[in-house]
């Protein structure tokens, strides 16, 4: 059977459940679902936060998101990709991103959803700006982000 | 060629998009932050720190030292904060 890939860009909140069903359905094969939520914390260092706002390029970050998935297929025997990532005004406890992955035995599902995950916060072109009391600012990239991208790098 | 602009370098150069038509002489994306920055006091603004501006060409990631000949479209952003 071909691997399923859902890759979606979304203003709207998902249902984790949903997806899962979604990328499990019709198969037998699969052992193992890893899911990794990254959720809108309500402080940054000790500042409050009101809210995130995301900015994406659209175009390049389905392109970017697809190739990181079609890596992840090529490392690991993947039977099952799910990426969605919000985008527009997000308020503390929403959901932001979504990776699920699915496979045979548990050790490629783990694998692949940390490498996407790595790779995703490294890579895509997507942008946070938060807002607080002290107003409204960019969020920085972490310099630890393009280091555990770095670490996936075959030597 | 287009080229697109976010976060804050759109909020610093004033705009998110517009056409370019740079003269031969300007070969690189390096070249191209270069040239733009030498418009007026709001690019040079925009672009005063290059090493800390991205580039993409045609949807994909490139370095500074890329050739932009034959680009469609190239987007010029700070480094990515999404996941």
């Known amino acids: ?155 | 060629m287009k080229v697109k602009y976010f976060a804050w370098v759109r909020e610093r150069v004033g705009k998110s998009e517009e056409t370019i038509d740079p003269p031969d002489s300007v070969r690189t994306i390096e070249d191209l932050m270069a040239w733009l920055g030498r418009r007026d006091e709001t690019y040079a603004h925009a672009f005063e720190t290059p090493k800390v501006i991205r580039a993409a060409i045609d949807h994909a990631h490139v370095r500074p030292d890329a050739a932009i000949a034959g680009a469609r479209e190239i987007a010029f952003f700070p480094p990515m904060t999404g996941g």
């Open chain 1, 1 to 155: 059977m071909t691997a399923k890939v859902t890759i979606r860009i979304q203003e709207a909140d998902f249902d984790i459940a949903r997806e899962i069903s979604a990328l499990t359905k019709g198969r037998n094969d699969i052992g193992a679902v890893v899911s990794f939520s990254g959720i809108c914390r309500d402080s940054d260092d000790g500042n409050a936060i009101a809210a995130l706002t995301l900015e994406h390029y659209p175009g390049m970050a389905e392109a970017e998101i697809a190739r990181h998935v079609e890596t992840a297929m090529s490392r690991w025997p993947l039977t099952g990709v799910s990426v969605i990532h919000r985008v527009g005004r997000i308020v503390p406890g929403e959901n932001i991103v979504l990776v699920l992955t699915a496979s045979q035995h548990r050790q490629a599902a783990f694998a692949g959803a940390e490498f996407l995950m790595d790779y995703l916060k490294a890579n895509a072109p997507f942008w946070k700006r938060e807002e607080s009391g002290s107003g409204t600012s960019w969020v920085e990239a972490r310099h630890h982000d393009d280091q555990a991208a770095a670490r996936w790098t075959k030597p």
